[in-house]
C-alpha cells in the first residue's frame, strides 16, 4: 500500500543525524569580556574548520569559536551527507561562470575532498565516511541523451565517470523508475554529517579552541580591533571570520546576497536485509535525479534511506524559524515520489522528518566578502553543497584573515560576488517564477521558458 502522510504521525520531527546519544555536552556561553587572535562566528563545518585550520597554521594562535546555539545544530547537522569534490556547485555552474578557472577548481575540489579523507582518518572521526561515489539517475526519456553527453564531457581519463544503460543501472539499484544513471565514482563520499561536526569540535577544543554555544553575536563594531557584542559578552579580536550561512550577516551589507531556501528530508527505519536485496544497492552509492527539482537519497551506515529534496521553498521577507520546518505538503510530495522510486519498499516505516535552511545565493557556490579593512572576513552562500566546500571556503577565509596572497586569493571564484538578490516584494515574485519555471522545464522534456532564458542571459540561470 502507497505511504501517506499519516505514516509520518509517529515520525520525530528532528534530524535523524542530530537524533543521536553521542552528541557533545553544551559548551557554556561567553560570559564576560575576553579579547582573541581570531573570532569565528557560526559552528557549521564553515566555522568549525577555519578554526581548526587556524590553530594548524598557528598553534599559540587564540582563537575563540561562538554559535548562537550548538555547534552542528543548522545546516551542518541536517543535510544528506553528500561530501561532494565540486566546488562550484557542480561543474556545468562552474564552468559557465569560471571558465577560465574551472579545470584548476575542479583539481583544486579533488584535493579538498582527498584533504577531508586524510583528517577524518588522522584524527579518527567516526563519521562512517564512505567514498562510494555517486549516481544521476535519469527518469525521463530526454535526460538519457543529456547524461550520455555529460558521461563524454566529464570522464577525466580513469573511467572513473560512467554512462550505465537502463538494465546496468538497474543492475546497480533497482527501482523501475530509472532509465539510465552517470556513476561518478571518486567524487562524491557518504558520511554521518552531525558525527564529523561533532569530531570537528572535539578536534578544535583539543587544539586549545575555546567555544562558546547559545552565544548569538548581536553586534559587530570595528575600531581597529573587532568587537562582538553577545547577550552577556563580548570578544573584542584582532580578526574575525564570519561563517552564518542562511542566517543574517552580522554585517549588514551582506544580507542581499543569500536567501534562506528550505529543503526538506525523510529518514526510513533500518532496511531488513530481504527489503536490501529487493533493491540491490550493494554499492552504496549517493543517489539523485537528473532533473531541476531533484531528489537525493542515500544508504545510512545502519541502511537506513534518507530521502530529500526537490521542493526547495523561500519564505517571503527571508523567513527562517522553526515553525517552517512542517510542511506537510511537501512531506506528502516526498512520500509519493519515495513509492514510485521504490514500490517494493512499501512497507516501509519512516522515523525522521526535517528541514533545513539552504543559503542560496545568485551564482549557487560559495562567495567571500572583507571588511573593515580586512579585519573582518565571511564566506557563505554554499546553495546546498557545502559539505566539502566547507572546508576549501575556510581554506580562504585563513588567507584572507592573515593578508596573504595566496593561488586561492587569486581566483575571479574568491574575489568576485554574485549578482544580489531584489529587494522584496520583487525577491519573492523572481523565485517563485524561477522555482514554477524550473518546474515546467521537468514537464517539457528540459525546455527552458522565456524567464530561465532571460536568467541564464544575465547569469543568474540555474540547471542543476
Ligand atoms: C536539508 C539540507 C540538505 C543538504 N544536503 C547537502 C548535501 O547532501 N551535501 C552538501 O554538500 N550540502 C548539503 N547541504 C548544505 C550544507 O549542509 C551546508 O552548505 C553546510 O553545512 C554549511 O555549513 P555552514 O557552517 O556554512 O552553515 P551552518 O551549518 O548553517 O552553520 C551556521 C552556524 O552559524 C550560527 N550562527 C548564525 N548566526 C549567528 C550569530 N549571529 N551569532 C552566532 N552564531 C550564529 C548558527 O547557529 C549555525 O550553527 C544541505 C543543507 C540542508 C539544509
Known amino acids: 500500500m502507497a505511504h501517506r502522510l499519516d505514516d509520518l504521525r509517529d515520525a520525530a520531527r528532528l534530524a ?27 559552528g557549521g563545518f564553515t566555522g568549525l574548520w577555519t578554526a581548526l585550520l587556524a590553530k594548524e597554521r598557528g598553534p599559540n594562535r587564540d582563537v575563540v569559536l561562538l554559535d548562537a546555539d550548538r555547534c552542528g545544530w543548522a545546516a551542518t547537522g541536517r543535510n544528506g551527507g553528500f561530501c561532494s ?26 584535493e579538498n575532498l582527498d584533504e577531508i579523507e586524510a583528517t577524518v582518518t588522522r584524527l579518527q572521526i ?6 562510494t561515489g555517486d549516481i544521476v539517475m535519469a527518469t525521463e526519456p530526454y535526460q538519457v541523451a543529456e547524461l550520455r553527453q555529460l558521461a563524454e564531457s566529464e570522464n577525466r581519463g580513469a573511467d572513473d565517470v560512467e554512462f ?47 567555544i562558546f554555544e547559545h552565544s548569538p553575536v548581536d553586534a559587530l563594531a570595528d575600531s581597529g580591533r573587532v568587537t562582538l557584542r553577545t547577550p552577556h559578552g563580548q570578544v573584542v579580536a584582532d580578526r574575525v571570520a564570519l561563517a552564518t550561512n542562511a542566517y543574517p550577516s552580522p554585517v549588514h551589507r551582506l544580507r542581499r546576497y543569500i536567501v534562506p531556501v528550505y529543503d526538506y528530508v525523510l529518514m526510513t527505519e ?3 536485509p530481504a527489503q536490501l536485496n529487493d533493491i540491490g544497492w550493494r554499492n552504496r552509492q549517493g543517489l539523485g535525479g537528473a532533473g531541476n527539482l531533484f531528489l537525493y537519497y542515500r544508504l545510512s551506515e545502519d541502511n537506513r534511506i534518507l530521502f ?4 526547495a521553498i523561500y519564505h517571503y521577507g527571508n523567513g527562517l524559524r522553526p515553525s517552517l520546518e512542517d510542511r506537510p505538503q511537501t512531506f506528502a510530495r516526498l512520500l ?15 522515523t525522521h522528518a526535517w528541514a533545513g535552511a539552504i543559503d542560496t545565493c545568485t551564482r549557487f557556490c560559495v562567495f567571500f566578502d572583507r571588511s573593515s579593512s580586512g579585519r573582518v572576513v565571511s564566506a557563505a552562500g554554499f546553495t546546498g553543497l557545502g559539505v566539502g566546500a566547507s572546508r576549501f571556503a575556510a581554506q580562504v577565509l585563513g588567507d584572507l584573515a592573515s593578508g596573504a596572497d595566496t593561488e586561492r586569493t587569486r581566483l575571479s571564484f574568491v574575489r568576485k560576488k554574485p549578482l544580489p538578490f531584489p529587494p ?16 515546467t522545464a521537468d514537464q517539457r522534456e528540459g525546455r527552458r521558458n522565456l524567464w530561465l532564458r532571460t536568467l541564464d542571459r544575465v547569469g543568474l540561470g540555474f540547471d542543476s
Open 270 to 272: 533500518p532496511l531488513t
Open 164 to 210: 550505465l544503460e537502463r538494465d546496468a543501472v538497474r543492475a546497480e539499484v533497482a527501482s523501475p523508475s530509472y532509465l539510465a544513471g552517470l556513476w561518478d565514482r571518486s567524487s562524491v563520499a557518504l558520511l554521518n554529517p552531525a558525527r564529523l561536526a561533532w569530531g570537528l569540535r572535539r578536534a578544535c577544543l583539543d587544539a586549545g579552541v575555546r
Open 308 to 311: 530529500g529534496g526537490y521542493d
Open 424 to 439: 522584496e516584494p520583487f525577491r519573492y515574485a523572481g523565485i517563485q517564477a524561477t522555482r514554477r519555471s524550473l518546474a
Open 85 to 110: 569534490a565540486s566546488l562550484t556547485h557542480g561543474r556545468s555552474n562552474g564552468e559557465s561562470r569560471f571558465p577560465s578557472e574551472i579545470a584548476r577548481l575542479e583539481e583544486l575540489g579533488r
Open 16 to 42: 535523524f543525524w542530530l537524533d543521536d546519544p553521542r552528541a557533545p555536552a553544551p559548551a557554556p556561553p561567553l560570559v564576560g569580556s575576553t579579547t582573541a587572535d581570531l573570532a569565528v562566528v557560526g
Open 126 to 131: 567516526d563519521c562512517a565516511f564512505e567514498r
Open 336 to 350: 509519493e515520489l519515495f513509492d514510485t522510486t521504490f514500490p517494493q519498499l512499501d512497507s516501509v516505516a519512516f
